[in-house]
């Protein structure tokens, strides 16, 4: 669009951020959509859940002030959020994969008249890039099948068949291999340049503690932007 503000991503940090996160969330999926979600704050037009206080990095995009997007990711070895999406993602075993160094990915919401756009890219691309930076090697999630495409534009790959959420319906379910960047290239996935940029430095640092190198919130020095300052795209 001729004149558009520029978009720009960053991490949730403060309680304006989450309150622009939850007034989004609201209009898209409650007003749009009419999901009947029981957290859903009518009187203040906002939506959170629980999980929005399980440690989470939540990005925002904005154009110019105005919020226009936002995704939230959550660490699966975070006992809260393994008990809310270990059933949904067949994970509740003991010995389930991926529990140490998996994410799922939920609550995309973008504004409608920037949905054709660069705003839904910028959210996924900075939340690939935040989740390798880090430590991050799964990331799941559960859609609705008009998404699946998108998803799989990505290189997200279904890995079991559609599970039935309460307010939802059916949810397809599938997951991303961040480090697999054979895949990646072969789906032609937006991820390439970021996989080999970010897969390069990750191999000429030192092995992070296990707890460091799983947290979401603690980035590598190359790629702290994506914390400070945030990620810019025109």
């Given amino acids: 669009m001729r004149g558009a503000a520029p978009l720009r991503a960053w991490v949730a940090e403060t309680a304006a951020d989450m309150q622009a996160v939850a007034r989004l969330r609201y209009e898209v999926y409650i007003e749009e959509q009419g999901k009947p979600y029981p957290s859903a704050d009518h009187a203040n037009r906002t939506w959170t859940d629980a999980l929005d206080l399980a440690n989470p990095s939540v990005i925002l995009v904005a154009a110019g002030d105005l919020v226009v997007g936002t995704i939230r990711v959550n660490a699966l070895d975070d006992p809260e959020v393994r008990a ?69 534009s990505y290189g997200f790959r279904e890995y079991a068949g559609p599970v039935q959420d309460p307010v939802v319906g059916k949810l397809r379910r599938s997951v991303l291999k961040l480090h697999d960047l054979r895949h990646l290239e072969a789906v032609g996935s937006p991820f390439v340049p970021s996989a080999k940029r970010l897969l390069s430095i990750a191999d000429a640092h030192e092995p992070c503690p296990t707890e460091h190198h799983r947290r979401l919130g603690r980035v590598l020095p190359e790629v702290n932007l994506l914390v400070r300052g945030g990620y810019a795209n025109a």
């Fill in 84 to 152: 809310v999406y270990g059933p949904v993602f067949d994970l509740t075993g003991a010995g389930a994969p991926f529990a140490e160094d998996a994410v799922v990915c939920s609550r995309l919401a973008v504004a409608p008249r920037h949905r054709n756009g660069r705003a839904r890219a910028l959210l996924l691309q900075t939340i690939f890039e935040h989740g390798l930076a880090g430590g991050a090697k799964h990331c799941f999630a559960a859609s609705a099948a008009p998404l699946l495409r998108l998803f799989r």
